[in-house]
């Protein structure tokens, strides 16, 4: 059977998928139908930061669903509770609504923010974003994101959304007016292009936001649960926002999204403001709240030397390759390099060597390995990539 064109007769082609049909994963290998093994160094688009198949969460997957799987919200349960009450442990106090991704937690904080600005400021329902951003693909997410490209073919888009500068206090300053209601931004843009934000510019945000009554909330929904060394970026930089929105590796593979929000905030929503069917579902909950019970201290601060020992590879290859590669940039095991020309066809490479890496915005490979990636399979990538260099 030619599985790529049944995937062609039958779903829409919105990918631009690579040729590989995988059918299984084990730890940071996955395997394609032919039987090809592949060192996976994107873990499903960071969803897999415990890798494939992590045996403690498939456990608590698999007897949460011969136990209950689905209630609807109407009733409680006793996964939803605990994973919330562990979230909010591990973070700060507030409360947290569950959806089902990444895109419906940036929903929920959007609707909280217009919530805010019509409770504290007359109405104000203006909303600063960055340039290179993305915040999802929804109509009112798509809005936010910062990049055209996207957002072509769709308008018109949520109205009152404006686009500051990455890293650049003044072009915010100049944004802000009386009818300024939030700032969201990302720690560390992915889609963007993996751009750390500064720790200053972070601070200047926070700092603006509490001078004007404004909402600050942080998008972790890629760069969040445990990447940085810490489980989310703001505990890296020190700050909290006063919304927090996560998704991806939060389920461990099974789709779900968070929106955290400080008590103040969260309190502006009353019942059937907003809602979720699947929101919460106690199987996810349970692979969520297997997953955060992983991401302990001995496993979080493991990432800081497996950072360094991708880093120090990567910058030897720019070293080696200067010709080919601009730029290392990233933080903790969220990295790239980019390159100084087109990098599909490394990705190409990588794959035929039996990596699996991405390319975002043209000329950036994007690294997003597993948590538990170890020093060896670390150096195997590298030394793959290398290959892929040499040959271009």
């Known amino acids: ?42 873990s499903g688009l960071g969803v897999n930061n415990l890798g494939h198949c992590f045996p403690r969460v498939a456990h608590a997957i698999s007897s949460q669903a011969k136990t209950l799987m689905h209630t609807s919200n ?103 007016t009386k009818n ?80 955290l929000a400080k008590e103040e905030v969260a309190s502006l929503f009353n019942k059937g403001d907003h809602a979720s069917t699947f929101g919460g579902n106690p199987v996810v909950c349970k692979a969520a709240l297997s997953v955060l019970r992983e991401l302990n201290k001995k496993r979080l601060d493991s990432v800081k030397g497996k950072s360094k020992i991708l880093i120090e590879g990567l910058q030897k290859l720019k070293k080696q390759f200067p010709s080919l590669i601009l730029e290392v940039r990233g933080m903790g095991l969220m990295l790239a390099l980019e390159l100084k020309v087109e990098g599909d066809q490394l990705v190409e490479r990588a794959r035929e060597q039996g990596l699996l890496i991405n390319c975002t915005q043209g000329k950036v490979l994007r690294f997003l390995p597993p948590l538990i990636i170890t020093p060896v399979e670390i150096k195997s990538a590298l030394i793959k990539l290398e290959k892929c260099f040499k040959d271009y």
């Open 1 to 42: 059977m030619d599985y790529f064109k049944e995937e062609e007769n039958f779903i829409f082609q919105t990918y631009r998928r690579q040729p590989l049909l995988l059918v299984k994963g084990k730890g940071s290998y996955v395997w394609d139908h032919k039987g090809k093994k592949y060192l996976d160094f994107f």
């Open 74 to 176: 109407l009733y409680y349960t006793l996964p939803q509770i605990e994973c919330a009450k562990e979230l909010v442990r591990r973070t700060f106090p507030g409360k947290v609504f569950f959806s089902n991704s990444g895109a419906e937690a940036n929903e929920c904080a959007i609707k909280l923010a217009r919530r805010w600005g019509k409770k504290n400021g007359d109405g104000r329902f203006e909303i600063i974003t960055f340039q290179n951003s993305f915040h999802g693909r929804t109509m009112a997410t798509l809005s936010l994101t910062g990049q055209e490209k996207f957002q072509k073919g769709f308008d018109p888009l949520l109205e009152k959304v404006v686009y500051a500068k990455f890293n650049d206090p003044d072009s915010v300053q100049k944004l802000v």
């Open 180 to 259: 300024t209601c939030a700032i969201f931004v990302e720690p560390v843009q992915g889609e963007g292009g993996v751009n750390p934000a500064e720790k200053s510019f972070l601070e200047f945000l926070r700092k603006i936001c509490n001078d004007h009554n404004l909402l600050l909330v942080f998008d972790e929904v890629q760069c969040g649960m445990g990447r940085s060394g810490h489980l989310f970026f703001y505990q890296y930089f020190g700050m909290e926002p006063d919304i927090l929105t996560m998704a991806k590796a939060l389920g461990g593979g099974l789709p779900i999204g968070c929106t």
